[in-house]
């Protein structure tokens, strides 16, 4: 279970962001969740509301949207999307393939109150 | 006046643990040090593996990390053998991260060769931390079930070798290795795949010369 240690580096990543864009207040900060990123979305956001009361960022909305995996076929190249393991490509039949997206989790956007 | 506006950014949310795996494998690379981690279930024989293979190493070219989450005990048992080890206590920490990694780096001594970091014992969170490492093994054990690579594709997929612990008790398990070497290859078509058991030592050897080989390779010395 790291999703608090996750939502521990989204609040420093919020602090160094307030501070750059000299922002007043963070008012929504918007997640890409990768589906094979490891994590659970609900633990990390029930990990996040608690971790956030402690901090300058009490205010602050969660969003997270979900990121369904994108797998590139190793040997025809088409693009997929894979439910489930191992990844079989739908045009060749091949297993196997790169992950290109929906493997980690990126902040996206910031709603931020200038002063 | 107040204004508010929406900044699209893209950060991952690992930043910081990349950027310093990234400063980690850079001060590895200048040292010549091959930095090896391990990751698998509590219980799977992580420890016992690392004592035997330490047998095919100069000892003193070999240092260990061991991440626990709070006791000192394996540390301890790789020492007993001659090895070098050290223990990063993560105080309730699931898994090992760069930080605790650089934290620790200044205990290596100069002549060291390889690194085997001995990653908390779960297969989820550790998969996600780039140590800074030029090889991650993944290791299961069989008493654990031949049904872990479905369940736990991540650290599989981040994985370059497999080690199948403790094939000695096959005969008297349900475990059909057959299925997860098929499995493995179906996930990742290169992953490397040994056989061991940590106990009796059977095929540790062949590991070890792997281990010396990649080295070689990437250091190309
Ligand atoms: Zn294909």
């Known amino acids: 279970m790291h999703e608090y240690s996750l939502a521990n580096n989204l609040i420093e990543i919020l602090r160094e962001q307030k501070k750059e864009k000299k922002a007043k207040k963070i008012l929504k900060v918007e997640l890409d969740f990768g589906k094979l990123s490891g994590a659970e979305p609900f633990l990390f956001e029930e990990a996040f509301e608690i971790l956030k009361k402690e901090t300058e960022f009490k205010e602050t909305e969660l969003k997270i949207n979900i990121i369904e995996p994108e797998i590139k076929c190793l040997k025809c190249g088409k693009i997929f999307n894979a439910l489930s393991f191992p990844f079989l490509c739908p045009f060749c039949e091949n297993f196997g393939g790169e992950i290109i997206k929906g493997d980690k989790i990126f902040i996206k956007s910031l709603v931020i109150e200038n002063f | ?221």
Request: hydrophobic share 40%; net charge positive; proline share 4%.
């Open chain 2, 1 to 221: 006046m107040t204004k508010i506006i929406k900044e699209d950014i893209s950060i991952p949310i690992l930043k910081v643990n990349e950027e310093i795996a990234q400063e980690l494998r850079e001060f590895f690379n200048k040292r010549k040090i091959f930095v090896i981690n391990i990751i698998s279930s509590p219980g799977a024989g992580k420890t016992t593996f690392l004592e035997k293979l330490l047998s095919f190493f100069e000892k003193n070219k070999v240092f260990i990390l061991v991440g626990d989450i709070e006791t000192e005990r394996d540390a301890k048992r790789i020492r007993e053998k001659g090895g070098n080890s050290y223990q990063i206590v993560t105080g309730g920490t699931c898994h090992l991260e760069a930080i605790m990694i650089k934290k620790s780096i200044s205990l290596i001594p100069e002549n060291t060769e390889y690194l085997f970091i001995e990653n908390v014992g779960n297969l989820v969170c550790p998969a996600s931390y780039d140590l800074g490492e030029h090889l991650r093994i993944i290791m299961l054990s069989t008493p654990e079930g031949d049904d872990k690579l479905p369940k736990y594709p991540k650290a599989f997929l981040t994985g370059d070798v497999i080690l199948i612990n403790k094939i000695d008790l096959l005969p008297y398990l349900n475990f059909d290795i057959k299925k997860v070497e098929e499995e493995a290859k179906k996930i990742k078509e290169n992953i490397k795949i040994f056989k061991i058991s940590a106990l009796k030592g059977d095929n540790i050897k062949e590991v070890a010369e792997f281990i010396k080989n990649k080295r070689k390779e990437y250091f190309k010395t």
